[in-house]
């Protein structure tokens, strides 16, 4: 068989399969009647997944620190409410950070948890010179450690209850899989996250449990508008113009892919390439078609406008004293810039 013979076989088998994969293989994501914990389920993404679970029949216990606003937020899932009187929508106000305060927790919940999505975290983006080491360990507590606490004591709980066919939802970021400047506390957080999960998802395994992790792209929520607002220029200039995504469709896109059965899931295509490229030896969503992807995501990360940027403001204030980059930046890094418009 030639060369050509051969690649259009391969293209074959890869329509086929990922038409398979797709319309075949997929196992609707079952909520109804189950228990779902959310942690930071007050506001932002995990709000509107919490109503994607209301919405189809589950009981769901929000978790965050401000009981005002898990009343709040409480009132606005009951109104998606299926079955408003057996479906039960409760809060709990809670510190993640603190490991007692989520033992307390986990020890004072009645009812088996059979599913538990990890998304309080935030963003405390600045330049690391400028930055204390205090805001260093404060970041590693919320978004590592408090996913972290939850989990442990979670899990502990799903044992003892006897719990089958749990799931672990983690929320990383596209901050997990590509770092850059401004973001050398949070990104470290997030990149602790995916190396705590890989390693747990195949100790679940041995229980019959499995997990996920969702690595975000930037959605329009309080907690970005906040992270807007200490961002560096550089920062928001390496990161383009993106294209926030609002926080319902982040949640559509992450049950998407739990439904997939998919372990790493994105939203979008570009930060769908870095994961490919990042997949360390994890499972793959659909083989076939990364194997088709790799050179195109290796050719992205050449073109990656992280390192450049910052030379190119270097180089240019160097010479006009003025923190423009425009005018100093080559093409590729221009066409890096546009592909990578959608990371936080
Ligand atoms: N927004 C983005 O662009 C983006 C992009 C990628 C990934 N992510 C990730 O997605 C997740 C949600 O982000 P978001 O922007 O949608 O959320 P958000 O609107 O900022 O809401 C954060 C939630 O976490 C809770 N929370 C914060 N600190 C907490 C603590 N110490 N203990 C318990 N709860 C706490 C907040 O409530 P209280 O303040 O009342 O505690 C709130 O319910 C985060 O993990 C974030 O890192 C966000």
């Avoid at 870095?274 to 083989?287: D, E, G, K, W």
């Avoid at 423009?324 to 592909?339: D, E, F």
């Amino acid at each position: 068989m030639n060369f050509v013979n051969f690649l259009f076989v391969y293209i074959i088998v890869l329509i086929i399969w990922t038409f398979y994969k797709r319309y075949f293989s997929s196992s609707e994501f079952q909520v109804k009647n189950k228990h779902v914990l959310i942690t930071g389920g007050s506001s932002g993404l995990g709000f509107s997944f919490a109503k994607l679970c209301v919405k189809n029949g589950a009981n769901v216990t929000i978790v965050s620190r401000s009981q005002e606003k898990l009343d709040v937020a409480v009132k606005q899932l009951r109104g998606f409410s299926t079955k408003k009187d057996s479906q039960k929508i409760e809060s709990f106000a809670c510190d993640v950070t603190c490991v007692s305060e989520v033992e307390q927790l986990f020890c004072s919940l009645i009812v088996p948890v059979d599913i538990i999505v990890l998304c309080a975290g935030a963003s405390k983006p600045g330049f690391f010179h400028q930055q204390s080491p205090v805001l260093f360990k404060d970041q590693v507590e919320l978004n590592y450690l408090g996913s972290v606490y939850a989990a442990t004591y979670c899990f502990q709980k799903m044992l003892r209850d006897g719990v089958c066919g749990a799931k672990f939802i983690f929320i990383s970021s596209a901050c997990g899989l590509l770092s850059f400047p401004g973001y050398s506390q949070y990104a470290a957080t997030k990149f602790a996250l995916r190396g705590f999960c890989d390693a747990f998802r195949g100790e679940l395994l041995l229980f019959q449990y499995t997990s996920h992790i969702f690595f975000a792209s930037s959605i329009d929520s309080p907690g970005f508008a906040e992270e807007q607002k200490l961002k560096p220029e550089l920062t928001k200039k390496i990161e383009g113009t993106c294209v926030l995504q609002t926080s319902d469709q982040a949640a559509a896109s992450l049950w998407t892919g739990i439904s997939r059965g998919h372990y790493q899931i994105t939203s979008d295509f570009a930060v769908e390439l870095l994961r490919i490229s990042n997949n360390s030896t994890n499972p793959r969503n659909n083989f076939l078609l990364e194997l088709l992807l790799l050179p195109f995501a290796c050719i992205m990360q050449h073109l990656s406008p992280a390192q450049g940027v910052a030379k190119c403001e270097r180089r240019h204030k160097q010479f006009t004293g003025h923190m423009t980059l425009y005018s100093a930046k080559p093409s590729s890094l221009r066409l890096g810039l546009v592909i990578y418009s959608t990371s936080s």
